[in-house]
């Protein structure tokens, strides 16, 4: 699978877009984008995923840019409780088993 | 519905003990997953079964690492003679994969293992 590189920390204030970016510059024609986050003490838990057109649904929007090399994961109105870090994740859907590769991701923290 | 749920939530062990960890998977779900979560860093992948079949243990870091799924359901990691280095939250995850197609995981809370 291919690595991808993000951010180490961002912030954001409660109410604003926070928009966490990820680059996979070694991605393959059959790899999909994948995001995960993990609030403190809970296991990582699916945002959303997506290939080469551009994603939404009720977490979040994943935007892919046209040659595939980077992504960019909007959560449009963050909230406290979006406090987590969060993992870009490149995968093949293809052949089962697929393992999920993490990097280190970014921490958000979403402030008043 | 329910999710993956895993027991203990914290486990206390002296160096040398055997530990046992214990995965349900959402019902229904063919696959498994063990991730290994060391403090500060992402989860790392350790084994893998698509029902009772163990398909990958290419991460299992030793041969003190053992996984089972023995009815294609419930699953147990046990790690033999434990040490300190094997302090870690273990994760586990279930999906629909198929032997085809790979699907999202869905994660347990996890097994905080501190070994003293």
């Known amino acids: 699978d291919a690595k991808t590189t993000q951010p180490p920390s961002m912030d954001c204030a409660e109410g604003r877009a926070a928009n966490l970016p990820c680059n996979h510059s070694t991605i393959s024609g059959n790899e999909y984008v994948y995001w995960y986050r993990q609030i403190h003490s809970q296991g990582p838990q699916y945002i959303i995923h997506?290939?080469?057109n551009n994603e939404t649904n009720e977490m979040a929007s994943l935007i892919i840019t046209e040659d595939r090399k980077s992504s960019t994961l909007i959560l449009p109105h963050a909230t406290l409780r979006d406090t987590a870090v969060y993992y870009c994740i490149v995968r093949s859907p293809t052949g089962g088993g697929n393992k999920l590769t993490f990097g280190t991701g970014t921490q958000l923290k979403v402030e008043l | 519905g329910a999710g993956v749920s895993q027991s203990p939530r914290y486990k206390v062990a002296k160096r040398g003990q055997d530990v046992a960890l214990r995965c349900d998977p959402i019902?229904?779900?063919?696959?498994l997953f063990w991730y290994q979560q060391a403090l500060g860093q992402g989860p790392e992948f350790l084994t893998y079964f698509q029902n009772e079949a163990q398909l990958d243990k290419s991460g299992l870091p030793s041969d003190r690492f053992f996984a089972e799924r023995p009815e294609g359901s419930v699953s147990t990691l046990k790690i033999q003679r434990t040490q300190q280095e094997d302090s870690a939250v273990y994760l586990c995850?279930?999906?629909?994969?198929?032997?085809?197609?790979?699907?999202?995981?869905?994660f347990g809370p996890g097994t905080r293992l501190t070994v003293t």
């Open positions: 997506g290939l080469k």
């Open positions: 995850a279930s999906s629909l994969d198929t032997g085809s197609v790979s699907y999202e995981q869905y």
């Open positions: 019902s229904g779900h063919v696959s």
